[in-house]
């Protein structure tokens, strides 16, 4: 499937189902690792290995697989208690508790209203705060009942259930060789139930699914979604795997079968890649189906300077910022045919613009000529005019990366963390308050 041509009917099929509100998201553990990680490796993966090496189980001769997180953890288990256990695995988890990844924040930029997250960890969450959403959590306790709540979802509220348990609850996850089966029979025997919601998400079959990296090569998941009824649905849903799955011996086995008789469709791609692509293909869908609207007149306008690589990036900050009661000067709306630009920026710059937002990148720091050169250099000038506590420039960070050496002095805002966004616009509205205060006295 080529995710990049906008006539592929799988992906336009895939899109307008999200769009519906009728895709759920299935988040697998072998699609969560570390931000930084450009190999992918799983934190499961990582955490088995860490684990392993624990004093008296390295050289165990009944380790066998270093890499299975519900063998090592049996295995740990056995040779010290559950509780030491819990508490290895939550300080490990505790590390990546307000990070997030760039497949977590693609992913965060579309409209699903519910995610099943298999694996303990934040990443999604994170990622769809720092989009500016809401979402609100829920998680299967495989030994006792948890309080059942009302769920009322939309694409800026969405849920995500973490099916086997979450660190805030140490007690709930899944760990286990043991633990695992006992998991399979309760969900088996409802016992304790999902909740009905979540019951009955699954049992709609206009629903269909995108899986992302769920691992279909183990056994417990295939029984896990027999289980679920995740399948026999009347449209198809998608599985993204990586090469591990598709190297397994029994993958084309498990292709034949699922896309045979369950309506699942297999495709093989970086996790990152595809969701990037997936993001790209549907903002150009959600452009026309969602207006922006008018804001006040006295609303702050935003200038923001950026390197031409950050467009989408950038863009998709514009429509945030919007939603947030900010406008936005954007040179391809703003600029009419036949303005020179060179003439105009000065101008726009000094007079038209409440502020300029330097939209920080590694393609940003690397290009040693571009015209956002110009325009920091103008905002930097206007910025000396300003008096002192008032902002006028303000820089941000699209992604882990330094800052531009002249605007080394001033204050810079994270937009890849949870709270980057809001820190954002409260600076805005705030400095513009102050502005209104200062006249108003």
């Known amino acids: 499937m080529s995710l990049s041509a906008n006539n592929d009917l799988s992906l336009r099929k895939l899109i307008e189902s999200i769009k519906r509100g009728k895709c759920i998201l299935l988040l697998g553990p072998q699609a969560s690792f570390a931000p930084e990680d450009s190999n992918c490796v799983p934190l499961t993966t990582r955490l088995a290995q860490h684990l392993a090496t624990s004093p008296g189980l390295a050289d165990d001769k009944n380790l066998l697989d270093r890499d299975d997180i519900a063998h090592v953890a049996q295995l740990f288990q056995q040779k010290r208690d559950r509780l030491e256990l819990e508490m290895a695995v939550e300080e490990f988890y505790a590390g990546y508790r307000d990070q997030t990844t760039e497949l977590h924040r693609h992913l965060a930029a579309l409209p699903f209203t519910l995610c099943i997250n298999t694996a303990p ?37 969405p849920y995500i259930y973490n099916l086997y348990g979450h660190c805030d609850d140490i007690e709930s996850l899944v760990l286990t060789e043991n633990e695992l089966l006992e998991f399979l029979v309760n969900i088996i025997k409802a016992s304790p139930e999902l909740p009905p919601f979540i019951r009955s998400q699954f049992a709609d079959d206009n629903i269909n ?113 919007h939603a947030a009661g900010i406008n936005i000067w954007q040179d391809r709306q703003n600029l009419r045919a ?91 509205t ?12």
């Open 121 to 157: 960890d934040n990443f999604f969450s994170n990622a769809l705060k720092a989009e500016g959403k809401t979402p609100s959590t829920g998680y299967y306790h495989f030994k006792r009942a948890t309080p059942i709540t009302s769920v009322q979802v939309t694409a800026d509220r």
């Open 209 to 321: 699914f995108l899986f992302v990296g769920f691992g279909f090569q183990s056994w417990h998941n295939r029984i896990l979604l027999h289980t679920l009824k995740a399948y026999e649905h009347r449209n198809q849903s998608l599985a993204i795997e990586d090469q591990s799955f598709f190297d397994h011996p029994g993958h084309s086995q498990t292709v034949l079968f699922y896309s045979h008789h369950h309506k699942i469709k297999f495709e093989r791609h970086s996790w990152t890649t595809f969701a990037g692509n997936l993001c790209n293909a549907y903002r150009p869908a959600a452009k026309t189906a969602m207006p922006q609207t008018q804001l006040p007149e006295d609303a702050p306008k935003v200038f923001i300077c950026y390197a031409t690589e950050d467009h989408e990036a950038t863009e998709q900050l514009s429509q945030q910022l």
């Open 338 to 428: 036949g303005d020179n630009w060179d003439l105009q920026l000065i101008h726009i710059i000094n007079t038209a613009v409440d502020y300029v937002l330097v939209a920080q990148s590694p393609s940003m720091l690397k290009r040693i000529e571009g015209y956002f050169h110009k325009e920091i250099n103008t905002a930097l000038d206007r910025q000396q005019k300003f008096g002192l506590g008032f902002a006028f420039i303000l820089p941000v960070q699209l992604s882990d990366c330094d800052k531009l050496q002249q605007l080394a002095h001033l204050h810079s805002i994270r937009l890849d963390t949870p709270a980057g966004l809001k820190q954002l616009t409260a600076a805005i």
């Open 430 to 441: 705030e400095d513009w308050q102050k502005r209104k205060n200062r006249v108003a006295a």
